[in-house]
């Protein structure tokens, strides 16, 4: 089923973006916003957006902040959501 999908994904990868799990899945992103709605009811993802882009100069960040999928049970220090995520891999411990 494609929500084990996204949610293996989101725990595997310890977050992502709407875009980055559309991607993933190989499916629409109203389609795949609509499953991620059914997943925050559920209580297995919840939605973070972060308050500022890194810092850098380098303008890949998005002018608006975009919001970042998170399983509902990942620590706040597990992923930083107030750094950049755009291509960033999220690291945890153990983990290379």
Known sequence: MILSKVLGLL???????????AAAVDAPLDAVELMLETLQR????????PS????????QCAQKPT?????????????DVKECVIAVPVRREGRR
């Open 11 to 21: 725990e595997r990868r310890g977050g992502a973006t709407l875009a980055e799990i």
């Open 67 to 79: 919001a970042i999928y998170l399983p509902a049970q990942a620590a706040p220090e597990a992923t």
């Open 42 to 49: 559920r209580g297995l993802v919840r939605r973070e957006t």
């Open 52 to 59: 500022a882009g890194c810092g850098s100069s380098c303008t």
